[in-house]
């Protein structure tokens, strides 16, 4: 559609119709304005699944992996495949937007959100990124590049203000939006948080560069609830706030634009580029896309998922103990809570219900059936809060069917509806006339005998019953205003009672709705930890009779969610003396590591291999068994720097002085912190291990280059393992000399090469002329300081194995 078209329909609506278009017209909608066929263009958060409008258990989506362990793929064909899916589960849905993906940085491993974003490196995220924008949009349906811009940690995030520089935001944190926008990405999410004093709705960066330099023509919309004035976002390049009916611009918009504090050619250019975004994504002049009913994940789906398990899974360690060989097992210990009940995404908005999930315990005992004895044992539980109801072990009171039942009430008591559900999660209560309570009640069989831990979510007035005697009963106003924590993870409110085996419990709990603090409502049981001496002790002896022993240990619900910065990378205990005493029980022992983000490995020289799964999506356990015995190869690599100890860490600042967040270390984080910092980690960036062994023959790059062209190198590196592989070749450049304050070495490109074994390969890098480039802030440009640079070959930043030298020339 051209301009032409465009002009002409806006011409076709008065200022009101035009405004009102601008906020959205329900939590997930835009507003329908039938005088120029437009329908509502449909949104849904991703990037772990498409959720689609309502949080409801009884619509499932397929999960994919985190992003960090997307991150770590360093394969963006297989990231636009991932893309792609997410476009069909959009396509399934409904949806005409995905709210993915996340291209803010790993500035910090202590960021709540690490899980949700790509990389600590700007090349790499943007590389990522690209690859999903590319595979979403295939489809027809619009990537949302997100939070632009700086948004990179949780503690207050809906009011901190950023202090960067303009070098390190254009070199470091607006690098991967740039990328993004260069790969067609038709939305791009302003953040809550400031940038050097403007509010990112209202902020400068929108118009400069994201709409002039970069020329982006698609739609900038606001992070939901960020709109917080009307005039100066209005006057800026904010082109849609939501969510709707109500907000500042919906109340206030048209005024401003009758007083002429806000001139109508900005409402024009802001529904100009609403109306291109409808037509890409087929919302002009056509009906809204077809919702599926729920179904299966097709098999598909599933081996894709699976696949990127293994392919994003780190082999950070190993002394000949992976892969474990089917073949001559004949028992295998699989140790950990986490095995049977892993962290498979992160917390916060964009999470998802999975259809059906395989735990790695299912997954190895599916692989090893009729040729080794799995046996289980969990050990000492970590601390962690109580999960929501489920199907598992409870049943509705009214139908005795798996689940629990969902009633609203008046304020009287009398019932106004009641539903089925399939959890004790409950978001988005599907709110009548009147409704003054939701109710949670449930029948409860428990499976041990003694003290069980309860907990309800929520704000204001809430009780909890078990048997008709109440164990919780109190008001908790609302002291936060974060949206995440009152939509999505309100503080749960804990009670305990004693229960007994095979006898049911009846479970009610209420929550008064109060105005503003939303409806979520959450209740949540567990059983009785074990004796922690005693279940160590079955756990050790399960991993000595076994020929082998698999220990999986993760993080919980209280380390790594929006809304929430860490307070420390350390496992919750006692994983690490869970995984010292296996360890120390049999050799042959492997880690398998649920984290979506850095946690600190003590024992990580004492455990025979150690293998990062990150937060792996519905397929965990097929990928994981894959990885384990040897059906396929870990093929991740880092896309971050993994610290020994947090006090090692060289930029872990989340925390605002004054309303501030200064990033005061400049160009300089992750591989690049650590490298002026002069201090080792436990893992480098990039740093993976496969199942064979790699040399490095020659590299051979042109001498001279001139500036502003990208520069070609070729490695030349053998398979000298005893198996097929895949290596990730890896550039990076150096400028000793430079006039500049630059980074000792930067990461500046990538390529995968696969060989058989006792077989060599030559991978071609092309290093982009951007890799070379630094910002002037003088010149109000790109430079490019010429001289020599080195070019770098390695395995991971902190892993070198050959280097050249390329002189750059001004271009004539």
Same mark, same amino acid.
């Given at each position: 559609m051209n301009d032409e078209d465009l002009d002409r329909l806006v011409g076709k609506l008065s200022t009101g119709q035009k405004v009102r278009l601008l906020t959205g017209a329900t939590t997930w909608r835009t507003a329908a304005e039938p005088a120029v066929g437009l329908r509502p263009v449909v949104t849904s958060d991703g990037p772990a699944g498409v959720r689609g409008e309502a949080w409801d258990e009884r619509n499932p989506s397929a999960l994919l992996p985190s992003a960090s362990a997307i991150g770590a793929l360093w394969d963006e064909e297989l990231t636009e495949e991932l893309g792609g899916l997410l476009a069909r589960e959009a396509i399934r849905k409904g949806v005409d937007v995905v709210l993915a993906p996340t291209l803010n940085l790993h500035r910090t491993p202590l960021g709540g959100r690490h899980f949700e974003c790509l990389s600590e490196d700007p090349e790499l995220a943007g590389r990522t990124g690209a690859a999903l924008v590319r595979g979403i949009q295939a489809h027809g349906v619009a990537a949302t590049a997100k939070h632009y811009v700086a948004n990179d940690s949780e503690t207050d995030r809906l009011t901190v203000d950023v202090r960067v520089s303009e070098r390190v935001l254009r070199e470091v944190y607006l690098a991967p939006f740039e990328a993004a926008v260069a790969a067609g990405a038709w939305v791009v999410m302003a953040g809550y948080n400031g940038v050097n004093g403007s509010t990112m709705a209202a902020s400068p960066l929108l118009t400069d560069p994201l709409k002039t330099d970069w020329g982006f023509d698609g739609v900038v919309l606001s992070d939901w609830g960020a709109l917080r004035s009307?005039?100066? =976002?209005?006057?800026?390049?904010?082109?849609?706030?939501?969510?709707?009916?109500?907000?500042?611009?919906?109340?206030?918009?048209?005024?401003?634009?009758?007083?002429?504090?806000?001139?109508?050619?900005?409402?024009?250019?802001?529904?100009?580029?609403?109306?291109?975004?409808?037509?890409?994504?087929?919302?002009?002049?056509?009906?809204?896309?077809?919702?599926?009913?729920?179904?299966?994940?097709?098999?598909?789906?599933?081996?894709?998922?699976?696949?990127?398990?293994?392919?994003?899974?780190?082999?950070?360690?190993?002394?000949?103990?992976?892969?474990?060989?089917?073949?001559?097992?004949?028992?295998?210990?699989?140790?950990?809570?986490?095995?049977?009940?892993?962290?498979?995404?992160?917390?916060?908005?964009?999470?998802?219900?999975?259809?059906?999930?395989?735990?790695?315990?299912?997954?190895?005992?599916?692989?090893?059936?009729?040729?080794?004895?799995?046996?289980?044992?969990?050990?000492?539980?970590?601390?962690?809060? =109580?999960?929501?109801?489920?199907?598992?072990?409870?049943?509705?009171?009214?139908?005795?069917?798996?689940?629990?039942?969902?009633?609203?009430?008046?304020?009287?008591?009398?019932?106004?509806?009641?539903?089925?559900?399939?959890?004790?999660?409950?978001?988005?209560?599907?709110?009548?006339?009147?409704?003054?309570?939701?109710?949670?009640?449930? /029948?409860?069989?428990?499976?041990?005998?003694?003290?069980?831990?309860?907990?309800?979510?929520?704000?204001?007035?809430?009780?909890?019953?078990?048997?008709?005697?109440?164990?919780?009963?109190?008001?908790?106003?609302?002291?936060?205003?974060?949206?995440?924590?009152?939509?999505?993870?309100?503080?749960?409110?804990?009670?305990?009672?004693?229960?007994?085996?095979?006898?049911?419990?009846?479970?009610?709990?209420?929550?008064?709705?109060?105005?503003?603090?939303?409806?979520?409502?959450?209740v949540a049981a567990a059983p009785p930890e074990p004796d922690a001496t005693v279940a160590l002790t079955a756990a050790v002896e399960a991993a000595r009779a076994a020929d082998a022993a698999i220990v999986v240990v993760g993080t919980t619900e209280h380390d790594e969610t929006e809304g929430y910065?860490?307070?420390?990378?350390?496992?919750?205990?006692?994983?690490?003396? /869970?995984?010292?005493?296996?360890?120390?029980?049999? =050799?042959?022992?492997?880690?398998?590591?649920?984290?979506?983000?850095?946690?600190?490995? =003590?024992?990580?020289?004492?455990?025979?291999?150690?293998?990062?799964?990150?937060?792996?999506?519905?397929?965990?356990?097929?990928? /994981?068994?894959?990885?384990?015995? $040897?059906?396929?190869?870990?093929?991740?690599?880092?896309?971050?720097?993994?610290?020994?100890?947090?006090?090692?860490?060289?930029?872990?600042?989340?925390?605002?002085?004054?309303?501030?967040?200064?990033?005061?270390?400049?160009?300089?984080? $992750?591989?690049?912190?650590?490298?002026?910092?002069?201090?080792?980690?436990?893992?480098?960036?990039?740093?993976? /291990?496969?199942y064979t062994t790699w040399e490095y023959d020659a590299v051979h790059a042109p001498t001279d280059s001139p500036a502003g062209a990208p520069v070609t190198v070729h490695v030349r590196l053998r398979n000298t393992g005893p198996r097929a592989g895949r290596e990730v070749v890896q550039i990076y450049l150096a400028r000793p000399d430079s006039r500049f304050d630059r980074p000792s070495r930067w990461f500046a490109a990538h390529t995968t090469v696969h060989a058989a074994p006792g077989t060599g390969a030559t991978a071609t890098v092309r290093i982009p002329a951007r890799a070379f480039r630094h910002w002037s802030r003088q010149a109000a440009a790109w430079h490019t300081e010429p001289g020599p640079y080195e070019v770098l070959v390695g395995r991971s930043a902190g892993d070198i194995r050959a280097r050249t030298s390329v002189t750059v020339h001004d271009e004539p």
């Open positions: 009307v005039d100066e =976002p209005a006057r800026a390049a904010l082109d849609l706030a939501m969510p709707g009916p109500g907000g500042p611009w919906a109340e206030g918009l048209l005024q401003a634009v009758e007083d002429g504090r806000v001139p109508e050619a900005a409402v024009d250019a802001k529904v100009r580029r609403l109306l291109r975004l409808a037509w890409r994504v087929g919302a002009l002049e056509a009906p809204e896309r077809p919702r599926n009913p729920p179904a299966s994940a097709p098999r598909p789906t599933r081996a894709l998922l699976r696949r990127a398990v293994a392919a994003s899974s780190v082999l950070l360690h190993n002394r000949d103990v992976l892969p474990l060989d089917p073949g001559r097992l004949t028992s295998v210990a699989v140790i950990g809570t986490h095995a049977a009940h892993p962290r498979l995404q992160g917390g916060g908005s964009a999470g998802v219900f999975p259809e059906a999930a395989v735990t790695p315990l299912d997954g190895i005992r599916a692989r090893l059936h009729g040729r080794a004895r799995v046996t289980y044992a969990p050990g000492p539980a970590p601390h962690a809060p =109580p999960a929501p109801l489920g199907v598992d072990r409870c049943r509705d009171p009214a139908s005795r069917r798996p689940g629990v039942l969902l009633r609203l009430l008046d304020a009287d008591g009398r019932e106004l509806a009641a539903e089925h559900r399939l959890s004790g999660r409950q978001l988005e209560p599907d709110l009548v006339p009147g409704a003054h309570t939701v109710e949670i009640s449930a /029948l409860l069989t428990p499976e041990t005998s003694g003290t069980w831990t309860f907990a309800v979510g929520g704000f204001g007035r809430i009780s909890l019953t078990v048997d008709g005697r109440t164990v919780l009963d109190g008001d908790f106003p609302q002291d936060v205003d974060d949206p995440a924590v009152v939509h999505v993870n309100p503080p749960l409110r804990p009670a305990r009672a004693t229960l007994r085996a095979g006898q049911v419990a009846h479970l009610v709990a209420r929550r008064e709705l109060v105005p503003g603090a939303g409806r979520a409502t959450i910065d860490r307070a420390d990378l350390r496992l919750a205990e006692p994983q690490n003396t /869970l995984v010292r005493a296996v360890a120390a029980a049999n =050799p042959r022992t492997a880690v398998v590591l649920n984290s979506g983000g850095p946690v600190e490995l =003590p024992w990580r020289e004492e455990v025979g291999a150690l293998l990062l799964s990150w937060f792996p999506g519905q397929e965990a356990g097929t990928g /994981l068994a894959d990885v384990l015995l $040897g059906a396929a190869e870990p093929g991740g690599r880092l896309p971050t720097t993994w610290a020994a100890s947090l006090t090692d860490v060289p930029v872990s600042t989340t925390r605002p002085v004054d309303g501030r967040l200064a990033y005061t270390e400049g160009l300089h984080i $992750g591989h690049r912190a650590w490298l002026r910092s002069g201090r080792a980690p436990a893992y480098w960036f990039g740093h993976g /291990l496969g």
